[in-house]
């Protein structure tokens, strides 16, 4: 049976990835902070799915919780065979307008986390000679965004490299790159986004159906919505001063 373990299992993103996973019959692993919320959450899906369902409550900012998922990653007598890092969180000020505590824990979860945590299921998965590591970016790292976009842009160079490297070892990686997606991102974030039009907005499960296609695909990174695949090819060919202009906007995230 595959073994999934997720971050920011319980809202978003993670939620439409462990319905995915059991749907298919797989074993999960859910990783967030909120314990009632994560038991409520296992509950519901093994009721639905008939799956098994472990949880870690955890603060992956914390480095000894953080320590705890990674043991998990390592563990060899129940090892885990697919690794969604998808935890994050989002400021409402650009740099340098918030707390630098603030940033730095922003960092730490979307660039320090990730790092660990593939770090400890890397090995298992290449002397397994399979494994997948799915790790959730966003379109505001094609822009020079402030801090978020700029560890959103590291996920995505950090998951194309990986790809690359591990490859031979038969260990398939994929960025997800989503643009503006129904979650409680923005609210937790405190951003406003009342303004945004209807079009700009994705489906947490469409974003990840496009990423299992593109898994299956093996392509490098997965974008959802031909709005935003448009919007990655603009700012790709786009000179970097129009692009810093363009960033100056509401800047997709997700």
């Not at 919320?37 to 509950?43: G, M, P």
């Not at 899906?45 to 990653?73: I, M």
């Not at 990986?162 to 398939?172: E, F, I, Q």
Request: glycine share 6%; net charge positive; charged share 25%.
């Amino acid at each position: 049976m595959t073994t999934v373990l997720i971050t920011g299992a319980t809202s978003g993103i993670g939620a439409a990835f462990t319905h995915r996973f059991a749907g298919f019959g797989c074993a999960l692993v859910l990783v967030a902070r909120d314990e009632e919320r994560l038991k409520k959450t296992a509950e519901e899906l093994r009721s639905r799915y008939g799956v098994r369902v472990e949880t870690l409550t955890a603060d992956l900012v914390d480095p000894a919780q953080c320590r705890l998922v990674e043991e998990r990653l390592a563990a060899a007598d129940d090892p885990v065979d697919v690794l969604v890092n998808n935890a994050g969180s989002g400021l409402p000020a650009p740099f340098p307008h918030s707390p630098v505590d603030d940033e730095e824990r922003m960092l730490d979860l979307l660039v320090r986390a990730p790092l660990r945590l593939t770090h400890a299921v890397v090995p298992g998965m290449t002397s397994r000679k399979r494994g997948v590591v799915l790790n959730v970016s966003s379109v505001a790292g094609l822009l020079p965004t402030g801090t978020y976009g700029a560890a959103k842009a590291w996920l995505t160079a950090f998951s194309e490299s990986l790809r690359v490297d591990l490859a031979p070892h038969g260990v398939r990686v994929l960025a997800l790159v989503p643009g503006f997606t129904r979650t409680e991102f923005q609210k937790r974030a405190g951003m406003d986004v009342s303004s945004l039009p209807e079009w700009a907005w994705l489906d947490a499960e469409k974003v990840v159906e496009q990423a299992l296609k593109d898994l299956r695909r093996r392509r490098p990174v997965s974008i959802t919505g031909l709005q935003y695949k448009a919007y990655a090819f603009a700012v790709r060919h786009v000179p970097r001063t129009v692009a810093a202009r363009m960033a100056r906007s509401r800047t997709p995230a997700k």
